[in-house]
T-cell receptor, first 112, second 113 residues
Framework: KQEVTQIPAALSVPEGENLVLNCSFT??????LQWFRQDPGKGLTSLLL?????REQTSGRLNASLDKSSGRSTLYIAASQPGDSATYLC???????????FGAGTQVVVTP | NAGVTQTPKFRILKIGQSMTLQCTQD?????MYWYRQDPGMGLKLIYY???????DKGEVPNGYNVSRSTTEDFPLRLELAAPSQTSVYFC????????????FGPGTRLTVL
């Protein structure tokens, strides 16, 4: 059974530092991996989607890498800002129906 | 486009009551999903649908039912509510395809007392 783990569960950094968020999964037979942002009391916003054939995706200050063979993905957020404070969730798709399996998330606080 | 909308935003139920959580999307997506999120946990899939008239169980379907009569709507029915169903419920939709991201609604916070 696929297990998705995110460590640490919480992270606090001063503004301007780069953020590094980790996601690991136990079964490398994934179709894609998505990173989401969740603000308190809100829904999820998709940040980046990496297909299984890709090694990384970039959007603005965000860069996500994928190493399927080791079962790991990393989300980098450059030059963090207080507005980046949120919970970040990773999820993998293990079939063609797009069903997602989520990690528990990393809660990020960026202090001014 | 409104995207994915969910109603109600909040609801308190008594044990044994029933209710329907509504979900509508205006993006003409074939695939729709219901997830639940318990405090401090990731989301878990309850049911999903790959088109009108086609539904299937996810990881945690017990105590729930769904229907999909149109492309736009995917209601989730709770029968005989139990305290274990206290959670935040999210509906999502996507196009088919491995490059298709899922779009989420704002969620329904349900408490069963």
């Amino acid at each position: 059974k696929q297990e998705v783990t995110q460590i640490p569960a919480a992270l606090s950094v001063p503004e301007g530092e780069n953020l590094v968020l980790n996601c690991s999964f136990t079964d490398s037979a994934i179709y894609n991996l998505q990173w989401f942002r969740q603000d308190p009391g809100k829904g999820l916003t998709s940040l980046l989607l990496i297909q299984s054939s890709q090694r990384e995706q970039t959007s603005g200050r965000l860069n996500a890498s994928l190493d399927k063979s080791s079962g790991r993905s990393t989300l980098y957020i450059a030059a963090s800002q207080p507005g980046d404070s949120a919970t970040y969730l990773c999820a993998v798709t293990t079939d063609s129906w797009g069903k997602l399996q989520f990690g528990a998330g990393t809660q990020v606080v960026v202090t001014p | 486009n409104a995207g994915v909308t969910q109603t109600p935003k909040f609801r308190i139920l008594k044990i044994g009551q029933s209710m329907t959580l509504q979900c509508t999307q205006d993006m003409n997506h074939n695939y729709m999903y219901w997830y639940r999120q318990d405090p401090g946990m990731g989301l878990k899939l309850i049911y999903y649908s790959v088109g009108a008239g086609i539904t299937d169980k996810g990881e945690v379907p017990n105590g729930y039912n769904v229907s999909r009569s149109t492309t736009e709507d995917f209601p989730l029915r709770l029968e005989l509510a139990a305290p274990s169903q206290t959670s935040v419920y999210f509906c999502a939709s996507s196009d088919p395809g491995l490059a298709s991201e899922q779009f989420f609604g704002p969620g329904t916070r349900l408490t069963v007392l």
